[in-house]
């Protein structure tokens, strides 16, 4: 799940926004009860054990969700389906009552950038959606969203799925230790601004493990005033938000919808990897297969 930036300002100068979200993050932990560590945490063994339980939980019950993301289904009964699975699996959801969000999942539709809140309207025809779920396994938080098509979707909403889709795995590539967060940021702007795509700036990648958002924070373009060293035992979600249009968004009333302010498209997905000895693993991986956006037609 995206850092939940709605609640602050959109700030323009880069800078500044760097400096707004780390201290947005440092609110959002005590809000947790837990403090953001001052450097992003080095786990060993045990974490990564504990990681891939809650990995392999949250992957599995996105699975359940993709299935079951169909032309007039509720984003409602999808978040009830999320909530029964974790309850059957010993995990609780980590959005659910987290700074006063009600659904134990996010759902954004088209034009919505992240944190869209499920509801009774039915999902349409042609619709592309994300399903952004952290299900918390034994204290361990596992964290990722992926695009369900509904139906049968246009052919520039494909497109933007699968150039999202290959943004997130070209920042997940540049992953190593001696490497910089600025390495995951190049690697997806470098890619979705080649293909006639904008970045989202407003929302970024964090850290977790027993806390839900740690250090450190994962830019999606490159900022030069912040750059944190990869090491390995670091644990961490990469989850760029693509748009078809211009990178600019804006805040709904509820305080937590994200919409495109030029209404074009928009696209996310996210994983929870970790920095090893000699690169990256991905927590989150779809135990059928489901992680990439499927052809149509």
């Given at each position: 799940m995206a850092l939940a930036a709605a609640k602050r300002k959109h700030i323009g100068n880069p800078t500044e926004r760097v400096k707004n979200t780390v201290m947005s993050r440092d609110q959002t932990a005590v809000a947790e009860g837990s403090r953001?560590?001052?450097?992003?945490?080095?786990?060993?063994?045990?974490?990564?054990?504990?990681?891939?339980?809650?990995g392999r939980l949250t992957a599995a019950a996105l699975d359940l969700l993709m299935e079951a993301a169909q032309p007039g289904v509720t984003t409602e009964h999808?978040?009830?389906?999320?909530?029964?699975f974790g309850m059957d699996h010993g995990a609780y959801p980590a959005s659910l009552h987290y700074r006063g969000y009600r659904k134990s999942i996010c759902t954004s539709i088209n034009h919505v950038v992240?944190?869209?809140?499920?509801?009774?309207?039915?999902?349409?025809?042609?619709?592309?959606?994300?399903?952004?779920?952290c299900l918390i396994l034994d204290g361990w938080h596992g964290d990722s969203s992926r695009m369900a098509y509904i139906g049968e979707v246009p052919r520039k909403a494909q497109r933007?799925?699968?150039?999202?889709?290959e943004a997130l795995m070209r920042?997940?590539?540049?992953?190593?230790?001696?490497g910089s967060t600025n390495d995951i940021g190049r690697a997806i702007q470098t890619y979705a601004e080649s293909e006639r795509c904008s970045v989202v700036r407003d929302f970024c990648g964090h850290g977790l493990g027993r806390v839900y958002h740690d250090a450190p924070t994962i830019l999606h373009y490159v900022e030069p005033s912040y750059d944190v060293p990869l090491k390995p035992g670091q644990f961490f979600t990469v989850e760029p938000m693509i748009n078809l249009g211009r990178p600019?968004?804006?805040?709904?009333g509820d305080g937590w919808t994200a919409v495109t302010r030029d209404r074009s498209l928009s696209a996310q997905f996210e994983h929870t990897?970790?920095?090893?000895?000699?690169?990256?693993?991905?927590?989150?991986?779809?135990?059928?297969g489901l992680d990439q956006p499927k052809p149509q037609g």
């Open positions: 953001r560590a001052p450097e992003p945490p080095i786990h060993g063994p045990e974490g990564f054990e504990g990681m891939r339980r809650a999808l978040d009830r389906l999320a909530f029964e992240c944190h869209g809140i499920p509801n009774d309207k039915p999902l349409r025809e042609g619709d592309i959606v994300n399903l952004d779920i933007l799925c699968e150039i999202t889709y920042g997940i590539q540049a992953v190593k230790p001696g600019a968004v804006k805040v709904l990897i970790a920095v090893t000895e000699d690169g990256y693993e991905i927590f989150t991986l779809s135990p059928k």
